[in-house]
């Protein structure tokens, strides 16, 4: 399915770049070029002579005739012009030769050499004027700081690490690290998973992800998208584009940081912090990218999605002639799949072929155990199997040492049509050659471990919900627009706060606030019992910690002596009366201005479980649909479907609060911080008891 390319405007300040110079190029001069084996320039140049590449290759190099059975040049400019520049010099010489290269027009560049921005201030310095030399003059610069690109289907490699690679395929890859990115490679050939492009990233002096992402989307070779990512200031451009392409094509994240302490390492590699996890998470799971823990698992997922394509449905029926590995996938898929029984006339045909011996229990998932070592049987059990309208895909398994069943699998493909995932539990050396080969070309991958068959059946999934979220996103609402100028501090009190909020429209708990004993009593004639007091202070965060809080307060007599107790205390500070309600599931609902993604919205279970349990996030403004995906992202599920007896949250209401919070905009100034924290939910009625709003500029 072709993208439309009204969705996929650049998102970048410069003009538009041919990027297609960079990495389809017609022509490639190798400046820096040695002959000496072992060098950067030699490499270069080595591994793109070597790769098959049939267009133009000119090394430079003044010191040298000819390279590599090549005529070698003095200079860019003895050339003339060239698509693509491959800068293979210390970091100093690299300015002036890429100025050089624009002034004769070349189109892109690739500057491999490291010690820019990530090393300090006197690099960011250089890296600056190569960014300002590559944007006036309209050049595709890959790097600084890159181990190269290839681009399979042209056979070209400019790779200062070059390896045997896949075979040609529809799995692009765009990494961050070279290291990381050259291990994804070896695990799509082990895989044997083909590969279209792989673009090292480094420091994104000019180009960054979401370049390389909309150019992926328009290449007619991929059909898949990969990522590693430590982190990047422009994530936010990356989902709102993956957003636009997830329904044509899969995007999946590796998204390395779930340790705060390799930020440190990450900016030292690349010049970027590894961000906020949770913020990444939220705003993956909001624009429709799958994310991945590992570089098995994001091989995994691209396998399948590569591979097998789309399903049409979560009806699973799993087969095999050996229990363990079948049940330990099955154990793995959790709610991504239901596993409905076989229909009457499966059964029947099953127990017409085996007449009851060895006794079978005839259930999903189908073990055939010793009746499914020979190829017929395995044959006739499966067709069967696929031809049950109740499955919409299937899941298969075998084993080392028995049938391998790649032609019983490639004739139930044909005849069923429907999507098959197997695992042949076995060394992947056992695998190799053209039986795998075969299989893949006709669409079904093959794993050689449960859990890798479990990732590549959770992907179709995930990639099934994430099309449908995008799909049913809607469209985004008007700003609620309200003020706060009356109110001077940046720091909102607790009342002033929910004053924004009510305004806003959002269910605040009803309050008064009181500075005298005749308004204490009139708070209690108007709001009954029971009541909470608070000391009403910006100078207090956590008015619970130093007992500035009094909550279930049932008659007179302890209302003023908490009145006393409270004035006696903070004698300056006003008190907040508030209607106790009792009951409900405690949750949080907060807005954060986050580096990388600005508003962000987050939700958290409350109360004492608040510090176990990370919130789920999404990036505001939300539609009703985003905030639907928050909540069910929210660890545990639990506390909103009924926990001990509480009536279970109505998630279309919390969707409601939720999708207007991400939408309050302060005139003329921003927030900083929101903090709901409770908001008690009692089926599909919300009450804002606490809340603190940060002002910015």
């Avoid at 100093?92 to 820019?116: H, Q, R, S, Y």
């Avoid at 789309?310 to 959790?334: C, E, S």
């Avoid at 100078?539 to 307060?553: C, E, F, L, M, Y």
Wanted: glycine share 10%; aromatic share 6%.
């Amino acid at each position: 399915m072709t993208v439309n390319e009204e969705y996929l405007k650049v998102y970048v300040e410069e003009e538009y770049m041919d990027l297609d110079s960079l990495f389809d190029p017609r022509s490639i001069a190798v400046i820096g070029a040695s002959g000496r084996q072992g060098s950067v320039g030699y490499i270069y140049l080595d591994s793109i002579v070597s790769s098959g590449y049939e267009g133009k290759v000119y090394p430079v190099n003044p010191r040298y005739d000819e390279l590599l059975g090549l005529q070698c040049y003095d200079s860019i400019e003895s050339i003339g012009n060239v698509d693509l520049a491959v800068i293979a010099t210390n970091k100093m010489v690299a300015i002036d030769l890429l100025e050089n290269c624009a002034n004769v027009g070349v189109k892109a560049a690739v500057i491999p050499t490291g010690g820019f921005e990530e090393v300090g201030e006197e690099g960011a310095e250089l890296e600056r004027k190569i960014r300002e030399i590559a944007s006036e003059n309209g050049m595709a610069l890959l790097g600084t700081n890159t181990l190269g690109f290839i681009n399979n289907h042209i056979g070209l490699q400019i790779n200062f690490n070059p390896r045997l690679l896949p075979s040609k395929g529809s799995v692009s890859i765009i990494s961050q690290s070279g290291g990381m990115g050259l291990s994804i490679i070896s695990k799509l050939r082990e895989e044997g998973v083909g590969m279209s492009k792989w673009i090292g990233v480094g420091n994104r002096t000019l180009l960054d992800f979401p370049e390389f992402l909309e150019y992926l989307a328009k290449d007619e070779s991929t059909t898949v998208i990969g990522a590693f990512m430590e982190g990047t200031e422009r994530a936010k451009q990356f989902c709102e584009l993956a957003a636009r392409i997830v329904p044509h094509k899969p995007v999946v994240v590796y998204k390395m940081g779930k340790s705060a302490s390799v930020d440190y390492l990450a900016v030292t590699h690349t010049g970027t912090g590894i961000g906020k996890t949770g913020a990444y998470k939220g705003a993956f799971r909001q624009h429709g990218v799958l994310t991945a823990d590992s570089t098995r698992d994001l091989v995994a997922k691209l396998k399948a999605l590569a591979i097998a394509g789309r399903i049409g449905g979560k009806q699973l029926g799993m087969f095999t002639y050996t229990a363990g590995p079948t049940i330990a996938a099955a154990d793995l898929l959790n709610d991504h799949f239901t596993l409905p029984q076989p229909s009457e006339e499966t059964i029947r045909i099953f127990e017409d072929f085996m007449k009851g011996a060895p006794p079978t229990i005839l259930k999903n998932p189908m073990d055939v155990d010793g009746q499914g070592y020979t190829p017929e049987s395995y044959q006739y059990f499966l067709n069967a199997y696929a031809a049950d309208p109740g499955f919409d895909l299937l899941a298969t398994v075998s084993t080392a040492g028995l049938l391998f069943p790649k032609d019983q699998l490639l004739e139930a493909k044909k005849g069923s049509g429907k999507p098959i995932l197997h695992c042949h539990v076995a060394d992947s050396i056992e695998i190799f050659g053209s039986e795998r080969d075969q299989l893949h070309e006709a669409g079904i991958p093959i794993y050689t471990t449960a859990e890798e068959l479990a990732v590549g059946l959770i992907a179709l999934s995930e990639y099934m919900d994430a099309v449908k979220r995008i799909l049913e996103r809607g469209n985004q609402q008007p700003q609620i627009m309200v003020s706060a100028s009356h109110f001077g501090d940046s720091i909102l009190d607790e009342h002033e706060s929910k004053m924004i909020l009510a305004e806003a429209g959002l269910p605040v708990v009803e309050e008064r606030v009181v500075s005298s004993r005749e308004e204490m009593v009139k708070a209690e004639e108007e709001l009954g019992f029971p009541l909470v007091l608070k000391v009403l202070s910006r100078r207090i965060a956590h008015k619970s910690d130093v007992g500035a809080v009094r909550t279930d307060i049932i008659d007179h007599e302890t209302l003023m002596e908490t009145w006393n107790s409270f004035k006696k205390k903070w004698p300056s500070e006003n008190v907040l009366v508030q209607r106790m309600i009792h009951g409900g599931v405690e949750i949080i609902v907060g807005r954060i201005l986050d580096p990388v993604f600005g508003d962000i919205i987050t939700l958290g279970v409350g109360g004492f479980m608040a510090d176990l349990f990370s919130p789920s996030a999404g990036v505001c403004p939300c539609t009703r649909q985003d905030c639907i995906s928050i909540i069910d992202a929210l660890e545990p599920q639990e506390i909103l479907n009924g926990y001990r007896g509480t009536t279970p949250v109505d998630r279309n209401a919390l969707a409601d609060l939720m999708e207007k919070v991400s939408r309050i905009h302060i005139k003329d100034e921003k927030i900083d911080e929101m903090d709901l924290n409770p908001v008690i939910v009692k089926g599909d009625s919300l009450s804002i008891v606490d809340a603190l709003i940060r002002k910015g500029e």
